[in-house]
């Protein structure tokens, strides 16, 4: 596509539940981020993924986040038992190795 | 542990009064310095890279310099349009292929008419 997509773009969802989020990263592009950004905040590094190396989850705030990319094309970003804390934007970007990284739109979460 | 500072957390400014936007950064071998602008409600939208002390970079009335230490994103003759969160974010050489960006907090840039 012509830009890095992210699905949905709002999601609220009670607290407890599990949340999927997804992003199509520009095709070709090898590497792909994901980071959270709470309001009013800067933003958190959560994972990195390149190629088929190993990816670089060290910003992932606890267990309850995992994400998944399946070769170099669609990631999905899952918490479980989400928290009210856990309510922030969660933007995906993807770049060509080292080059600069375009940004999706971001999904906004709210926990209820 | 890399750090990135930006510098001030807020800048109000008349239509037409020029100003700077500091990001110092401390990280063991830079593989980029980059500076990208946030409108409320949506994504970070790519300025410019910059990737050795001495380099400059401009666009309209946008301009980047990078020192050893430091970048400024340099604003002249602002105008209301140019209002928005500015960030910056630095890449390290870490030997690999570990392309991770880190991130300031922004400088929220408001220009009044």
């Known amino acids: 596509g012509a830009g890095v997509s992210q699905s949905p773009s709002n999601k609220v969802t009670e607290k407890g539940k599990d949340v999927e989020l997804r992003c199509d990263p520009i095709?070709?592009?090898?590497?792909l981020y994901w980071y959270r950004q709470r309001l009013g905040q800067g933003l958190e590094f959560l994972i990195y993924f390149q190629g088929n190396s190993a990816p670089d989850k060290s910003g992932l705030p606890s267990d309850r986040f995992s994400a998944e990319r399946t070769g170099e094309s669609v990631s999905t970003l899952t918490i479980q038992r989400t928290q009210q804390e856990d309510s922030a934007v969660y933007l995906c970007?993807?770049?060509?190795?080292?080059?600069?990284?375009?940004f999706g739109q971001g999904t906004r979460l709210t926990v209820v | 542990e890399d750090q990135v500072t930006q510098s001030p957390e807020a800048l109000r400014l008349q239509e037409g009064e020029s100003s700077s936007l500091n990001c110092s950064y401390t990280?063991?071998?830079?593989?980029?310095l980059f500076w990208y602008r946030q409108d409320p409600g949506k994504g970070p939208e790519f300025l410019f890279t910059?990737?050795?002390a001495g380099e400059e970079k401009e666009k309209e009335r946008l301009k980047a310099t990078l020192t050893k230490k430091e970048s400024f994103l340099h604003i002249t003759a602002p105008k209301p349009e140019d209002s928005a969160t500015y960030l910056c974010a630095v890449r390290k050489n870490s030997g690999g292929s570990n392309y991770k960006l880190t991130f300031g907090k922004g400088t929220l840039l408001t220009v009044n008419p």
């Open positions: 910059l990737y050795s």
């Open positions: 095709s070709g592009h090898t590497a």
């Open positions: 970007a993807s770049s060509l190795g080292a080059g600069k990284a375009f």
């Open positions: 990280v063991s071998g830079l593989r980029g």
